[in-house]
């Protein structure tokens, strides 16, 4: 099993930028995160594996970037509006190259992370 432990969260206003940490104990292929808001399904907002990079275009238009460091995963968010407001979580999963949609879907992973809370006001 793989500890994932994110950081970074806070309050921010409106157009500032926060960069989230996660950290993983063991290396897993592919790497996402996720956000949830109250009342809200968890949304996949980035995902990185190997040199590959996806983003829920609708959700960070541009705004976001991902990136690893090792066990090391980065979430650089900036023009962060209050509809950024979420818990992020990291999530991990093994495996090979997915060619489809599976990282948008939580299912697709078997780790999570407790989460970093994100205030946009």
């Known amino acids: 099993q793989v500890q994932l432990v994110e950081s970074g969260g806070g309050s921010v206003q409106r157009g500032g930028s926060l960069t989230l940490s996660c950290v993983s104990s063991?290396?897993?292929?592919?790497i996402g995160w996720f956000r949830q808001a109250p009342g809200e399904e968890r949304k996949a907002v980035a995902h990185?594996?190997?040199?590959?990079a996806d983003y829920a275009d609708k959700l960070v238009k541009g705004r976001f970037t991902i990136s690893r460091d090792s066990n090391r995963i980065y979430l650089q968010m900036t023009e962060l509006t209050p509809e950024d407001t979420a818990m992020y979580y990291c999530?991990?999963?093994?495996?090979?190259?997915?060619?489809?949609?599976?990282?948008?879907?939580?299912?697709?992973?078997?780790?999570w992370g407790q989460g970093t809370q994100v205030t946009v006001s």
């Open positions: 063991k290396w897993k292929n592919h």
């Open positions: 990185v594996f190997g040199d590959r």
């Open positions: 999530a991990a999963a093994g495996g090979l190259r997915w060619h489809g949609a599976e990282w948008r879907d939580p299912a697709s992973f078997s780790d």
